[in-house]
Each structure stands twice: as C-alpha cells, then as structure tokens.
C-alpha cells in the first residue's frame, strides 16, 4: 500500500532564511507527486506536482521539489521563506490506474515563520 | 481556473440529526472526492466517484454515505451525525491526470 511520511510536524524558520520540508513515499511504481499548502481555514492549494520528466519541479510562490527516486524523497524548498509562507504543508502520493488517482496524503508540516 | 464550492464554510449539527453536505464543481471533472481532516491525522479519504452514480469507499466511509446525480455535484450524507464526526471536511475534484482541486472546507460539529 502507498504511504505517504513527513517527518517533521512543526518546522520554525526565520523570514528570508531557505526552507526544506521533507517528504517521504512508499509506492512500488513510478509515482505522482505533489506537494499542497493549506492557509488557517482554508483549502488545500497545489503548490507543484510530478508526473514524469525532470526531477526538478517549479511551482507557485517561489517553491520547487526534488524527486529523487533513490532516496524514495520528494523534498519542498524555497530559498527565501516570506512570512506569508506561515501554513501548513501536504505532501501526497497518487495511487491507481491512470483512469483516476485516489492520493494518499502525508500528516502535514506546519511552518512558522519568525521575524 | 477550477473552481470547487462547498455549500458552508461553518456547519452546526445535533447527535442523530441527518447532515448533508454539498460540493459543485465547475470544470467537468470525472472524479470527486470526500476527505475528512483531523489534528495529526492529515486528511482521510472517505469516499470517491469516478462518475455519475458510481461511488467507491475510501479508507473511512463507516457512518457516511454518498450521492452523485450529475456529474458536478457530490453530496456527502452523515445519516445520524455522532460527536466523533465533528471535523473539517474537504471536497476535491479531479481530472483524468490526478491533479486535484480543493473547495475550501466544512466545518462541522455535532454536539
């Protein structure tokens, strides 16, 4: 069965330092990947995803991800945390056929950010 | 942009009242999605739909069940809500691709 593991619950970082929140899977396949922020009350939003090709993934406000298939470790990082960052990160896995992925979710990091 | 509504933001229930909770999409997706969230928990998958009238359990559906009449809305069904259903709920949709869109959350407690 997929597995999804963030091993850190709380991560504390200072604005403008770099931020590297850990993601670990289980799956037997190649895998799709995303990484997900969800504000105070809010949803989850897409930050980035892996599908196939570059290892490396762009995403939105900043963040990127290495897929690294020999550590089975998807990592989000940001060089530059703003405290607008201050949320908490999901990191899932896809699981199934290509006609529809259910995602397994990790437990989450909350981020803060200090002054 | 995808857009995924869910019908309230802040939900009060009583123990054994029935509680119905809605989510549109607006993007023509295939699948949809219920999650519950919880505290250390992350999110649960409660049920799923790859389609008009077909539902899959997820990995919690004990207490909940589901209707999908057309292809942009899933309702999630509490027949007789208990206090340990109190939680965040999360509606996601999804294309063929596995990319899934969030609505905001639910937030519901039964007292």
């Known amino acids: 069965a997929q597995s999804v593991t963030q091993p850190d619950i709380h991560i504390t970082v200072s604005e403008g330092a770099s931020l590297e929140l850990r993601c670990n899977y289980s799956?037997?396949?190649?895998?799709?990947l995303f990484w997900y922020v969800q504000s105070p009350g809010q949803g989850l939003q897409l930050l980035l995803k892996y599908f196939s090709g570059d290892t490396l993934v762009q995403g939105i406000k900043g963040f990127e991800a290495e897929f690294k298939r020999s550590q089975s470790s998807f990592n989000l990082r940001k060089p530059s945390v703003h405290w607008s960052d201050a949320a908490e990160y999901f990191c899932a896995v896809g699981a199934g056929n290509t006609g529809f992925q259910k995602l397994v979710f990790g437990t989450g990091t909350r981020l803060l950010v200090s002054p | 942009d995808v857009k995924v509504t869910q019908s309230s933001r802040y939900l009060v229930k009583r123990t054994g009242e029935k509680v119905f909770l809605e989510c549109v999409q607006d993007?023509?997706?295939?699948?949809m999605f219920w999650y519950r969230q919880d505290p250390g928990l992350g999110l649960r998958l409660i049920y799923f739909s790859y389609d008009v009238k077909m539902k899959e359990k997820g990995d919690i559906p004990e207490g909940y069940s589901v209707s999908r009449e057309k292809k942009e809305r899933f309702s999630l069904i509490l027949e007789s809500a208990s206090t340990n259903q109190t939680s965040m709920y999360l509606c996601?949709?999804?294309?063929?691709?596995?990319?899934?869109?969030f609505g905001p959350g639910t937030r519901l407690t039964v007292l």
């Open positions: 996601a949709s999804s294309s063929q691709r596995g990319e899934q869109f």
């Open positions: 993007m023509d997706h295939e699948n």
């Open positions: 799956y037997g396949a190649t895998p799709y």
